[in-house]
């Protein structure tokens, strides 16, 4: 399958410990956006990549969260200090910008995250 | 904030059109209309999108008014693996996505 892959696919963690998510886009895309989801609302902007240039980062983004993307391809998300709050389904995107006919992007499975 | 108005729910008989519209009335002239949806549990699935002309793949219709003020997804023969939560979005290609609440298409049998 060469769709978004994202890694792992759950995670619970305790209050107060370090988490990191990886995300694999589709090859030779060259932008790479997170997304967060809670219960009930719809995926909520965090940051995007252009190829390794973090290029937009929500004020959701807060500073226990960084997100990288060293080479261009893969990237990850690490949250510090977890708290309850955090607990969200945790949503990569990939897409291909050509400018010419509107970029869609396209969505891997997401992480879950439960933070107790 | 979201840009798109959309209903909250819909049902739709199984083997029918099912048609969901998507009010857009502040749409920028660069801006398209993209369209997604959500199954449970699963990342968004992405279905279609246009910037003025009528669209379709093959998984389904998108019709756009002449003032593209507003718009609307067409699923020409649903199927109950077609309940989700559809998303109308707008924006410029490739920039970050902004999901309202979207429209709960239940399928009925």
């Known amino acids: 399958d060469t769709g978004v892959s994202q890694d792992p696919r759950h995670k619970i963690t305790k209050r107060g410990q370090n988490v990191t998510f990886r995300c694999d886009p589709i090859?030779?895309?060259?932008?790479l956006y997170w997304y967060r989801q809670t219960l009930g609302q719809g995926p909520e902007f965090l940051t995007y990549?252009?190829?390794?240039?973090?290029?937009?980062k929500s004020r959701l983004l807060s500073d226990r969260f960084s997100a990288e993307r060293p080479k261009g391809s893969f990237s990850t998300l690490e949250i510090q200090r977890t708290e309850q709050g955090d607990s969200a389904m945790y949503l990569c995107?990939?897409?291909?910008?050509?400018?010419?006919?509107?970029?869609?992007?396209?969505f891997g499975p997401g992480t879950r995250l439960t933070v107790l | 904030d979201a840009k798109t108005t959309q209903p909250p729910s819909m049902d739709c008989a199984e083997g029918r059109a099912a048609n969901l519209p998507c009010n857009h009335s502040?749409?920028?002239?660069?801006?398209?209309v993209y369209w997604y949806r959500q199954i449970h549990s699963q990342g968004p699935q992405y279905i279609i999108h246009?910037?003025?002309n009528n669209e379709t793949n093959e998984m389904a219709s998108l019709i756009i008014t002449e003032d593209r003020k507003s718009s609307t997804l067409i699923l020409p023969h649903a199927t109950l693996r077609d309940t989700a939560v559809y998303y109308c979005?707008?924006?410029?290609?490739?920039?970050?996505?902004?999901f309202g609440t979207g429209t709960r298409l239940t399928i009925i049998p």
């Open positions: 979005i707008v924006g410029v290609g490739g920039e970050k996505l902004t």
């Open positions: 090859s030779e895309h060259n932008r």
């Open positions: 246009g910037l003025k």
């Open positions: 502040t749409i920028s002239g660069n801006e398209y």
């Open positions: 995107a990939s897409s291909l910008i050509t400018l010419q006919a509107g970029d869609e992007q396209f």
């Open positions: 990549f252009q190829n390794e240039a973090q290029l937009e």
